[in-house]
């Protein structure tokens, strides 16, 4: 399996437009994980989807965040719009269903919005 | 509340010498525990994870953790550093919630090895 994969690596966009962040998991996991990491606040887990659905999304930061799994293997995070402050770089994770099951993560996409 | 905590943000050690990297934690019922290091520029890298049995865990990199149930801590340890370890080391506990478990992790811990 070559992991998780994140597109794009790296994306510049102006502010007031809109961003697409995609994932796809490890084949085979039922959990799926947003987190967004910078200096300041370190890495903070948006929202978790389980079986596709989301389970958990208090951690999004507004109305401008919203996240859809589809099918199993895909997920966005799209952000609109866009602002200079959700500069950061964003991680999907994927893991199995149970507690002991450690998360894979994704090689991240560093966001910066000017 | 289930949490994880890492007392120190920064760790500074010489090459050769052994390493500790602090970790406490708080959770209801079992404690499933994890270790996961970042290099620069890449995603977080699962290291070791402590499930149940021998309070010694071995991972990676010749990295091993100590689970202690009275501290309620997980430290992660290495006996010789190398530069190379040079990263942040973030823990993370595995939390039951709403019916659902997800990861929970700590705010990390930047290891600097010196040679």
């Known amino acids: 399996d070559a992991g998780v994969i994140q597109s794009p690596r790296h994306e510049v966009t102006e502010m007031g437009q809109e961003v697409t962040l995609r994932c796809k998991p490890i084949?085979?996991?039922?959990?799926l994980f947003w987190y967004r990491q910078t200096m300041m606040r370190g890495l903070e887990l948006l929202i978790y989807?389980?079986?596709?659905?989301?389970?958990?999304d208090s951690g999004m930061p507004e109305d401008r965040f919203s996240a859809k799994m589809p099918n199993a293997s895909f997920s966005t995070l799209k952000i609109q719009p866009s602002e200079p402050r959700d500069s950061a770089v964003y991680f999907c994770?994927?893991?199995?269903?149970?507690?002991?099951?450690?998360?894979?993560f994704g090689q991240g996409t560093r966001l910066t919005v000017v | 509340a289930q949490s994880v905590a890492q007392p120190e943000d920064q760790v500074n050690v010489a090459e050769g010498n052994p390493l500790t990297v602090k970790c406490t934690y708080s959770?209801?019922?079992?404690?499933?525990l994890f270790w996961y290091v970042q290099y620069p520029n890449r995603g977080l890298q699962f290291l070791l994870k402590?499930?149940?049995?021998?309070?010694l865990v071995k991972g990676s990199y010749g990295f091993e953790a100590e689970f202690n149930k009275s501290q309620t801590s997980f430290h992660l340890k290495k006996p010789s550093a190398l530069v190379s370890d040079s990263a942040l080391y973030f823990c993370?506990?595995?939390?039951?919630?709403?019916?659902?478990?997800?990861?929970?992790f700590g705010a990390g811990t930047r290891l600097a090895v010196h040679p």
């Open positions: 994770a994927s893991s199995g269903d149970t507690m002991n099951t450690e998360a894979f």
């Open positions: 084949s085979g996991h039922n959990s």
């Open positions: 989807f389980n079986n596709n659905v989301p389970i958990d």
């Open positions: 959770v209801s019922g079992n404690p499933y």
């Open positions: 402590y499930i149940t049995g021998d309070n």
């Open positions: 993370a506990v595995s939390a039951f919630s709403g019916g659902y478990n997800k990861l929970i």
